[in-house]
């Protein structure tokens, strides 16, 4: 079993920057593939980006490249998404997945074991 706690959204302009962060409570973390997904109301689950479970290999939604980057941190437990030029059409609930497996990259919500609660990001135009 493993705990994701997701922070750092928040209510910004268009244009700014946020940073979200993902603690896992694992001793483990190394062995994880990590995404992050996203879903505004009426809408369906997306993922905007995730990570193999050694970092190297990562992979970013279309509709966020060059924007958003994910990065895993093994040393810290850490995964994150750095959000810049955040839209409107960003606004959405964001969410941390982890799934055990090794040297594995998935976009699948499915194929995610692990799911944090949450944290609300809200872009005004």
């Known amino acids: 079993q493993v705990q994701l706690v997701e922070s750092g959204g928040g209510l910004v302009q268009a244009g700014d920057s946020l940073r979200l962060s993902c603690a896992a409570s694992?001793?483990?973390?190394?062995?994880?593939?990590m995404a992050w997904f996203r879903q505004a109301p009426g809408e369906e689950r997306e993922c905007v980006a995730a990570?193999?479970?050694?970092?190297?290999?990562?992979y970013t939604a279309v509709s966020v490249k060059g924007r958003f980057t994910m990065s895993k941190d093994n040393a810290k437990n850490m995964a994150t998404l750095q959000m810049n030029s955040l839209k409107h059409e960003d606004t959405a609930r964001y969410y941390c997945?982890?799934?055990?497996?090794?040297?594995?990259?998935?976009?699948?919500?499915?194929?995610?074991?692990?799911w944090g609660q949450g944290t609300q990001v809200t872009v005004s135009s």
């Open positions: 990570v193999r479970d050694d970092g190297v290999a990562t």
């Open positions: 997945a982890a799934r055990w497996d090794y040297r594995y990259l998935t976009d699948y919500s499915r194929q995610y074991d692990y």
């Open positions: 694992t001793r483990t973390f190394g062995g994880y593939a």
